[in-house]
């Protein structure tokens, strides 16, 4: 087959990186990729914005399947452009319609999903500039601390946790009138605060039947014990210890089966992943909310505990053979460790080489902001390269990942000392 993956982080390498083991890849292209995927693929400078350039390469090499990684052109409705042109309708996309895409595209649009099939979550109301006062009142029967959530993409900075109900208010009104976050928040979704352990499942569905793939715990603050800014992640682990069988029973039960139930209910056909952000609270356990493509850098520890061919699965969603092939996970587990930029998630600098990458160690690098200059590995992005190491538990792994770090290095290299600590 022939492959294409759209996106150019971690989590694609680590994609890249599983399909290109199957002995049914024949040619594996990224657009646009970075360093690490041209190890395993080729790499194409098309923008993900230009459907029509995409859909013309892939007429051209005669791409087989495609798989979406971030999720803007998925609310962008690639996988209908695909499906709505004669020359690419056959393609499998490894990712839901426009509509599907809502899920995460609109926090309003997945809060009313959840409410319509009785899918556990946090109470809620949704507000624009029409009924703002209404919104003033509603927080005022909310506990402290006040969740707002910008209804739209907001590049992983549309919600907010505020101790104090003037300052909610004012940022209310910040996001609502004076757009805070652009378009993003011209509605806001207000929720009560639920205190708790923050997982993630993942589920790949062929629009009628699913698999569950293994659960993870990311990382997202900059600083140790979970203290300062929101970042795209620090580091992950999987499994997640205190989701033992029985709870993921109540789980698949409770929120998994009746996601994919109301999917086909609503009329939306759902072929891709569902990333399921939760948290257990006592022992119940409810959406934060829905991502429609894999999570980064959860993937880069999700991905590798694969032992089955991931391609063949994939394929499985095209020709209707999904449901009869197995998914095998391994017993070990997996953390990474997020390398970044110094100064991220704010101003950071780039261009800076990084040495150490060619070392034979026990570690797996995914490459997330690299690119190749005068045949040298330099930094691009604020998170550069993810560590990814195996053990026979979480601790072992964790400190694979901590012991080879030391191998890599370049200028403001930053990171994490406490992935897991809470575990």
Request: aromatic share 8%; proline share 3%.
């Amino acid at each position: 087959m022939n492959v294409l993956i759209l996106g150019s982080g971690g989590r694609e390498h680590a994609l890249g990186k599983k399909i290109s083991e199957s002995s049914q890849c024949k040619n594996l292209f990224f657009a646009p990729g970075n360093t690490g995927t041209k190890i395993v693929g080729q790499n194409i400078n098309i923008s993900l914005k230009d459907f029509d350039k995409l859909k013309e390469f892939a007429v051209e090499k005669n791409i087989n399947l495609i798989i979406v990684g971030p999720e803007a052109p998925l609310v962008d409705g690639i996988t209908d452009s695909f499906k709505n042109t004669l020359e690419t309708k056959d393609i499998i996309i490894i990712g839901p319609s426009k509509l599907g895409a809502q899920l995460e595209g609109s926090k309003d649009f997945a809060k009313e999903f959840m409410h319509r099939h009785n899918i556990p979550t946090a109470k809620s109301k949704t507000f624009t500039k029409e009924n703002i006062s209404e919104g003033y009142d509603y927080l005022e029967t909310l506990n402290s601390p006040y969740v707002l959530k910008a209804d739209g993409l907001a590049a992983g900075k549309g919600v907010l946790i505020i101790d104090k109900i003037e300052e909610a208010k004012q940022e209310l009104n910040a996001m609502v009138l004076k757009k805070k976050f652009g378009d993003a928040s011209s509605k806001v979704v207000i929720e009560e605060f639920l205190e708790g352990l923050e997982f993630s499942v993942f589920v790949l569905s062929d629009g009628e039947s699913y698999k569950i793939l293994p659960s993870a715990k990311d990382y997202k603050r900059i600083g140790e014990g979970d203290q300062g800014l929101n970042t795209g992640g620090m580091g992950a682990v999987s499994p997640v210890p205190f989701v033992d069988r029985f709870f993921m029973q109540k789980v698949d039960q409770e929120i998994i089966k009746p996601t994919v139930e109301g999917l086909k209910k609503d009329g939306i056909l759902y072929q891709g992943f569902i990333f399921i952000g939760l948290i257990k609270v006592g022992t119940e356990a409810k959406v934060i909310e829905y991502n429609v493509r894999m999570g980064d850098p959860e993937t880069e520890v999700v991905i590798p505990r694969i032992k089955s061919d991931l391609l063949n699965l994939l394929k499985g969603i095209g020709d209707g053979t999904f449901s009869e092939k197995d998914l095998n996970i391994s017993d070990e587990a997996a953390a990474t460790v997020m390398l970044v930029s110094e100064g991220y998630p704010e101003k950071y600098e780039k261009g800076f080489i990084i040495n150490g990458l060619d070392k034979d160690c026990d570690s797996i690098f995914f490459h997330a902001g690299t690119i190749s200059r005068d045949e040298k590995i330099i930094t691009n992005g604020g998170r550069v390269i993810a560590v990814t190491s195996f053990g026979k538990d979480i601790g072992e792994a964790i400190n694979k990942s901590y012991k080879n770090i030391n191998e890599i290095s370049f200028k403001g290299k930053q990171f994490r000392n406490d992935i897991g600590f809470d575990l």
